[in-house]
């Protein structure tokens, strides 16, 4: 916990410092683009953040059952027909995170109730070629997202690929890299371009599960650290977090399997088992060739795990 507190005054002293400097603020990108908010009624509502498109389903559902290469190859077929579209390399990046989550057992019941691991991060080392392929994805979805912002100020696909692709390098800095401090300003970017985002798309409901598990990872620190990072401008509340996260569960397009793999994880941390076997029913019947779930799902029952279902390390 000593790392989480010195981290959270790390945080504070930098956000003290250099607030003028902080990205992705409601209130910053308002001022800089005078028209954005006036404008967002105008912009159709058409792309990945209202629109449930086939072939990104498909690669979504591979991601969830597992299958990170074939994830990538339909992620990065969709990219090269929506050459625009930034949310086609945010999805490719989650297809390289998300494998680099699997090879640790990031999202397992052991990660999330071994506090050491939950607030501090993987034991060992990421895999190098793996993540430069994350960090090239993201960078690219930066740039088209930025510069769709710059063309078009308040575009809902941009702050909507801005808003994933911030909360992923979070995830990264926090969990695989640990950078602590890099990880927290991060999810107060994500946060940021969340709230900009929702206050007028409120039915975008995929972009609530970064708002909702920064709440809840925040939430699990000590008070001191809480307080710290709320007066560094970082919330955390673990009740809203989780009702932040269920919304995406509940009417999510492409992010509903990952936030419903967080809540049942969650609600394990909180000894809600009910709803946590509920959940992974769910997500077992969902996608009935993920060995990650079925595992989860007999574990919460009691059940032991067979073998085929216990990830290896690759």
Not at 70 to 79: E, H, L, Q, Y
Not at 130 to 156: N, Q, Y
Not at 236 to 264: H, N, P, S, W
Request: charged fraction near 25%.
């Amino acid at each position: 916990m000593r790392r989480a507190l010195t981290a959270a005054i790390s945080l504070v002293l930098f956000l003290t410092m250099s607030r003028e400097a902080a990205a992705g603020s409601l209130e910053k990108h308002s001022k800089k683009y005078p028209q954005a908010a006036a404008g967002a009624a105008s912009v159709p509502k058409q792309g990945p953040a209202f629109v449930t498109d086939p072939e990104l389903m498909d690669g979504f559902r591979l991601l969830y059952e597992q299958n990170f290469p074939g994830a990538r190859g339909k992620f990065t077929v969709w990219s090269a027909k929506h050459p625009t579209e930034a949310f086609g390399q945010v999805s490719l990046a989650a297809g390289y995170l998300f494998d680099e989550f699997n090879r640790h057992g990031v999202l397992t019941s052991e990660f999330f109730l071994d506090d050491e691991k939950f607030l501090h991060g993987i034991a060992g080392e990421a895999d190098p070629e793996r993540m430069k392929g994350f960090h090239t994805a993201i960078d690219k979805a930066r740039a088209m997202a930025t510069e769709k912002l710059r063309t078009t100020p308040g575009d809902p696909n941009a702050l909507f690929a801005l808003t994933m692709a911030a909360g992923m390098e979070s995830d990264d800095f926090s969990i695989v890299e640990k950078k602590h401090i890099d990880g927290l300003k991060r999810m107060k970017e994500a946060n940021d371009y969340a709230k900009e985002l929702l206050a007028n798309y409120p039915e975008v409901l995929d972009v609530y599960v970064a708002p909702g598990s920064a709440n809840y990872i925040i939430g699990c620190l000590s008070g001191t650290a809480r307080f710290l990072l709320w007066f560094g401008g970082i919330e955390g509340d673990k009740q809203l977090g989780m009702e932040e996260v269920d919304k995406t569960a509940t009417g999510g397009r492409y992010l509903k399997g990952f936030a419903q793999i967080l809540l049942a994880l969650s609600a394990r941390r909180e000894k809600q088992n009910a709803r946590a076997e509920a959940l992974l029913k769910t997500l077992t019947e969902e996608f009935p060739a993920s060995p990650l779930f079925a595992a989860e799902y007999a574990k919460v029952q009691g059940r032991p795990v067979p073998a085929q279902l216990t990830p290896t390390a690759q």
